[in-house]
């Protein structure tokens, strides 16, 4: 049974400070190295469907990810969310809208859309209003925090090597993440009209595909 109301809302720090405070800048590199331990971004990869028409990401950060889909997939057409202004290298292909996305509509529809490390920093009221946008492409592939005591042991283990910022944002994260069945309805994913898979990984992630049937 779902029971979204054991999630903990706290405010992130990364979201509250300049994007250029040291502190933002070395969290970020944290936030490349969780990453990489937690091995969503090539699941995300692996995921992408191979026909889709369009590839767009939500919250794309330092635009890491997006620059690896862009080199993984020249020809397909790339848009990215964030309140962060683009990266310096930010591949020609690709439109980076930035600003609230509460505020957008989607650049490009019907194609893939991707979440990592994302969709968490909302309410389910939020999240609900966000489904409106997020329903209006085929495929949704998610990574976001397995809200469990594990990932919460595992962050605490990790505290020695990260900044204090990190050290607060991981665990208010996975305090604000999912458990199988919440994000999926928090964002109205019918199962009529979706073929919705969810996996926990041990590493602290819960993903999400959702194909349109
Ligand atoms: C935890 S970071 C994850 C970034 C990236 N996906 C990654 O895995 O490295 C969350 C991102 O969401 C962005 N963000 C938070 N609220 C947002 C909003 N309302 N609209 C657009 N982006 C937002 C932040 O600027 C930040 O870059």
């Known amino acids: 049974m779902n029971n979204l109301s054991t999630r903990k809302l706290t405010p992130e720090i990364l979201d509250s400070i300049s994007h250029d405070d040291p ?3 070395r969290s970020r590199r944290d936030l490349r190295r969780i990453n990489r331990f937690m091995g969503s971004e090539s699941w995300i990869l692996q995921n992408i ?3 889709t028409s369009s590839i767009t990401e939500v919250g794309a950060g330092d635009g890491n990810l997006l620059t690896k889909i862009a080199g993984a997939r020249p020809g ?12 310096a ?10 600003g609230d996305l509460f ?9 893939t859309l991707i979440a990592n490390l994302f969709l968490h ?8 209003s966000l489904g409106r946008f997020i329903r209006s492409f085929k495929a949704i592939i998610t990574s976001e925090p397995h809200r469990a005591h594990i990932p ?3 962050g605490k283990l990790a505290t020695p090597f990260v900044h204090p910022y990190t050290r607060h944002d991981m665990r208010v994260s996975i305090e604000a993440g999912f458990r199988p069945g919440e ?21 602290g992630s819960i993903r999400m595909v959702a194909r349109k049937k």
């Open 23 to 25: 502190g933002a800048i």
């Open 49 to 51: 469907p191979p026909d």
């Open 76 to 87: 397909v057409p790339i848009a990215a969310y964030d309140l962060a202004p683009p990266p």
């Open 89 to 98: 290298d930010l591949p020609a292909h690709a439109n980076w809208i930035q």
């Open 103 to 111: 505020a957008q509509t989607p650049d490009i529809q019907g194609g």
């Open 121 to 128: 920093h909302f309410t389910e009221m939020e999240l609900s």
């Open 152 to 154: 919460l042991f595992m």
């Open 183 to 203: 994000l999926p309805a928090a964002l109205g994913l019918d199962p009529a009209d979706y073929r919705i898979t969810e996996t926990t990984d041990w590493r």
